[in-house]
Structure formats: C-alpha cells, structure tokens
C-alpha cells in the first residue's frame, strides 16, 4: 500500500540522520539548514518477529518481508507558511504525506547551529515543536479562511446539503485554529471525518513525535528532561513519543549482520533498536496491519488498512484476486504457532473459509481463491 510518513523537523535537529539511518539511502547529513532540499524516499522493512516463524514452520524458499515508506522533508524555519525559507514547497511536501513524524532534538550541543545560525548549547523542545506546529497551523487557517466565506454564503443561500455539512465543520475548526490549536485535537464524528479529509488540513494528520537524544543518554532516556516535556506536550495531542539517538542508530545501520546489532544494543543497554520501535509506531499510526501468504514457494507479508475486507486485501496482490474473489482460506497466525503446521490445525478445526463480508485480522494468514 503506497502510504508515507514525513519526516519533519527543524534544521538540524537530526531527522536527515534518522531517516540515513532508516533507509541507509545516503540522503545528505550536514550542519546548516536545507541540507534537504527535494524530499528524499525511501523504503523500511517493517520488523515482525511472526514473520520468521511462518518461514520457521513453512520453510519457503523465499521469505519477503512488507515495507513502509518514509519522507525526508526539509527543515522547516519560522515563517514557512508565508513562504520564508522553502516554505511552500516544503509544506506542500507535508500535504503529499499520510502522517507525520515530528523529530525534536532533545540533548545540549554546542557544536549544532540552530535556526538562523544561532549557536546555542541549549535546546528547547517545546519552542521547537511550537515553531512547527504553529507555521503548520498557520497554513491551515489560510486555506480555511479561503474556503469560509464561499461555502458560508453557498450555505446560507443555497441550502446546498453538502455546503451546510462542510460549513458546520469549517465553524468548528477555524476557532481552535485561531487559538493556535491544531485540528487533531478536534473530536469528529464518524460523519464529518469524510467532509475533515476533503479539506486537506496538515494537522489533521496524525502525528508521532521523535525524542532524538545523545548517544550517552539513550540507555536512560526517560529521565531526560527534555523528553519528559515532549510526552507531556504529545498528551495533550493523543500522539506518542518514541525515544531514539539517531546517532546510534546510524552506527547500528552501518553494523553488517542481525548478531552484531543485537551485541552493539546490548553494550549500550538497549533491548531493541530505536528504529524498529519508530518503524512499527508509524506503521500502527496509520492504522495498518499485517496479513501473511504461505506457501512452499513464498512466505510473505502483505500491508493493509485495517478495516479492509477479504476482497480488498487480495486486490492488493493483484486486482484480479480481487475482481473474481471467491473466498480466502484463513488461519491465524496464533493457531499456526500453537499446532506447528497447517494440516495440524485444520484437523483441529481451525482453518476457515472466509467470504466476501470477512474483515481480515491482523497475523491472518491468507490464500485466496478466485475466478476471472
């Protein structure tokens, strides 16, 4: 499924870093602002231990892991929405996205040159994260304010049930806007989330905020005052907070085999990769899921909206899966685990045939059955 999530930040906070790290696709590192200028993109394995133990049980002569897509989207200075820097282009950047990871440097260094080339020991998350939001906000309301008035008068003159609808939802958002709010914190109803998505908000999407601390302090990260903030400030958004040295994990990158990055992780005191942790949270932002195929040939894992239908998900292996979808023969991935094989299971009852009316679970494994 082709969904991304932006990485944004301010310049030099350590997102290009992070996003080396992620993709080791090279994008370039450097110390002043638009180190970034055109999106970079790169694809991520989604780690899921599940996966090898399908292979572990199926033994396939290939395993394939799904993926997820990331944006490397450059610094973003006060006053983007107006156009200051390469504020356009970068918010227009931001709105090709589906989510946005928010990176915010969270350790002193007085070596990194700040925003407008100040050199300052001293972060300060809370100002950072206001400096994005608010131009993000600001963009916002602009191109809320340029719908209200047409859609007011339409409504008002026309009675049109779609102007009335979309009008409803503008008087709800452009107050919390004008607070310096963004629209996220807004409570919709399951029948204005269709007209809210029209409207193209940045901060409607979802968001997850990356603490990037030193390399000294990972392994106690929690302490950091500085990350204490963030949580506290991502509270208040119902977004989460995922802790990482983005430093760390650009040497974890480089390490060439599964075993050496498991001893460097442990000689730091870590337990699992900061990545791996960030890469499944923006997998679970966007309310995705994992459905597995296998067979001799192939153990695969296959990306999917949750909420999707078994027609739905065979279309995304081929539109003809989905165009002459019969049904799915299913087996969850806990059955597979708990009876070691698959004929162990269906004598135990617990392969199932599935209709067009199933909507896949995430671990299902799946093979679908079709006619065109």
């Known amino acids: 499924m082709a969904l991304t999530a932006g990485i944004v930040g301010l310049p030099n906070v350590g997102k290009s870093t992070l996003f080396n790290a992620i993709t080791q696709a090279g994008a370039e590192a450097a110390n002043y602002p638009f180190a970034t200028i055109d999106p970079n993109v790169g694809m991520v394995e989604v780690p899921d231990w599940r996966l090898n133990r399908i292979t572990q049980l199926i033994q396939p002569k290939k395993t394939v892991p799904t993926t997820f897509e990331f944006t490397d989207i450059a610094g973003i200075v006060k006053g983007a929405s107006k156009g200051e820097g390469l504020g356009n282009k970068f918010l227009a950047n931001i709105r090709e996205v589906d989510a946005i990871v ?4 969270a350790f002193d260094d007085e070596n990194v040159m700040r925003e407008n080339n100040r050199e300052d ?3 300060d998350p809370m100002a950072d994260i206001e400096t994005i939001n ?8 602009e191109s809320v304010n340029k719908r209200y008035a047409r859609v007011e008068k339409q409504a008002r003159t026309t009675k049109d049930k779609d102007a009335v609808a979309e009008f409803a939802i503008l008087q709800k958002i452009k107050p919390v806007l004008e607070e310096g709010k963004s629209a996220r914190t807004i409570e ?8 809210v998505k029209r409207l193209f908000l940045l901060t409607t999407k979802p968001v997850l905020y990356v603490a990037n601390v030193s390399e000294d302090e990972v392994a106690d990260a929690e302490n950091i005052e500085y990350v204490k903030q963030i949580r506290a400030f991502a509270e208040t958004e119902n977004a989460d907070v995922v802790v990482i040295s983005a430093r760390v994990e650009e040497e974890i990158a480089e390490l060439d085999s599964d075993e050496e990055k498991q001893e460097f992780l442990e000689a730091i005191g870590l337990e699992e990769s900061g990545l791996d ?16 195929t296998a067979g001799e ?8 909206k949750k909420g999707m239908k078994a027609p739905e998900c065979a279309g995304i292996i081929h539109t003809d899966f989905e165009r002459g979808f019969i049904r799915a023969e299913t087996i969850s991935f806990d059955d597979l685990d708990k009876y070691g094989s698959h004929n162990a299971a269906k004598e135990a009852g617990r392969v199932r045939l599935e209709g067009k009316e199933y909507v896949v679970q995430d671990g299902d494994i799946m093979e679908f059955r079709f006619n065109v």
């Open 102 to 105: 928010h990176v915010v440097r």
């Open 121 to 123: 020991a001293f972060v």
């Open 134 to 141: 608010l131009e993000l906000i600001l963009a916002d309301l």
């Open 188 to 195: 919709f109803t399951k029948d204005e989330l269709p007209i």
């Open 277 to 292: 942790v960030l890469i499944k949270e923006a997998y679970h932002l966007l309310g995705l899921g994992t459905y597995f």
């Open 297 to 304: 040939k192939e153990v695969r894992a296959w990306t999917f």
